[in-house]
């Protein structure tokens, strides 16, 4: 069946760090893929998406590649701030808007 | 202006109980989803309506039902409630395929954190 898998977290970082979260996914066909984001308290947010191979979906300085060949949607940020801490989710969309979700990434930024 | 809101935010109830989650969208969509969340984020589709019509209803106990009584509303009915349905449920939407919104991305509410005692 179709699957996302993202890296172990949590993730705990510096202020102005590299960020990669590292999604892969198992699916028939060609999905969709997104990245959510979900800060304290809150509903999720769609972050950034990609809707073929080779597509980068880039948001809020939040970038991510669809690689077909390695059926990966890595999602990188140059520099982190304290207001990035939240919990990631990779995502994959088939049949009729049924998003599957991977595990989700605890991210924290320190000052 | 509130996108998806869902009501209530908090519910704490006991055991066996029959509660209900409501959610309302003010953006137009035609398809919405309830999702449930549980305490290591982990996050699973239960339902999803279009137009009123189920179209996808995942493995959930039957004790869970939803009701569309407008494609702006999808409220989710709990009967007999156990410990392990403590979770946040999350309420989205998506709008149509056909027409100019990007039916791909979904609005989510603030969720809602329904702890069973």
């Known amino acids: 069946g179709n699957s996302v898998t993202q890296m172990e977290g949590p993730v705990t970082l510096s202020e102005e760090a590299f960020l990669t979260i590292n999604c892969t996914y198992t699916a028939t066909g060609y999905p969709s893929l997104f990245w959510y984001v979900q800060y304290p308290g809150e509903g999720l947010q769609l972050l950034l998406k990609?809707?073929?191979?080779?597509d980068k979906g880039s948001n809020k300085g939040f970038e991510a590649t669809y690689r077909k060949e390695t059926t990966s949607f890595h999602l990188e940020k140059g520099s982190v701030q304290v207001s990035d801490s939240a919990v990631y989710f990779c995502a994959l969309r088939y049949s009729y808007g049924k998003l599957t979700f991977g595990q989700g990434t605890i991210l924290t930024v320190h000052p | 202006d509130t996108a998806v809101s869902q009501t209530p935010k908090y519910l704490v109830t006991q055991m066996g109980n029959d509660k209900s989650i409501k959610c309302e969208q003010n953006?137009?969509?035609?398809?919405m989803y309830w999702y449930k969340q549980d305490s290591k984020k982990f996050l699973k589709i239960m339902f999803s309506y279009n137009n009123k019509e189920l179209i996808i209803n995942e493995t959930v106990p039957n004790r869970f039902s939803p009701k569309s009584p407008d494609k702006a509303h999808l409220n989710l009915h709990i009967n007999s409630l156990e410990l392990g349905d403590s979770a946040v449920y999350f309420c989205?939407?998506?709008?149509?395929?056909w027409g100019a919104g990007d039916s791909e991305t979904q609005y989510f509410g603030p969720g809602t954190r329904l702890l069973v005692l």
């Open positions: 989205a939407s998506s709008p149509p395929t």
């Open positions: 990609a809707t073929k191979a080779d």
């Open positions: 953006l137009g969509h035609d398809t």
